[in-house]
């Protein structure tokens, strides 16, 4: 399925940003979505998903208590919600979809990914 991220872009220290992603309506009911980031020089990383049958979430260490995954069928869309923004938080982040997928956390499981949108966290 064709995804697509948006939403990125320069933050403060502190600060909250709302990514979104927009993904076909079939991606919402056979899907397992989900999110991820890559730093320079870093291995792509889980942050959170939604599961395709149950639409339970999971996160990553680093989103608990500061992103939240939110799907919105009605509309087609899948957003990030993130609070808190640290420094360390710059990457360029990912949309990825999985079909019936079962595994949550390891890039591999997701065949489709969106082109990324750009995170700056920086005073």
């Known amino acids: 399925v064709q995804l697509q991220a948006s939403g990125g872009g320069l933050v403060q220290p502190g600060g909250s940003l709302r990514l979104s992603c927009k993904a076909p309506a079939r991606a919402f009911s056979e899907y397992t979505m989900g999110w991820f980031r890559q730093a320079p020089g870093s291995e792509r990383e889980f942050l959170a998903a939604?599961?395709?049958?149950?639409?339970?979430?999971f996160y990553a260490d680093s989103m608990k208590g500061r992103g939240t995954i939110v799907r919105d069928a009605g509309n087609n869309m899948l957003y990030l919600q993130m609070t808190g923004l640290k420094p360390e938080d710059t990457a360029r982040y990912y949309c990825?979809?999985?079909?019936?997928?079962?595994?949550?956390?390891?890039?591999?499981?997701?065949?489709?990914w969106g082109q990324g949108t750009l995170v700056t966290v920086s005073s």
């Open positions: 990825a979809a999985a079909h019936y997928g079962t595994e949550y956390h390891g890039a591999s499981t997701y065949e489709s």
């Open positions: 939604i599961s395709w049958s149950l639409h339970n979430t």
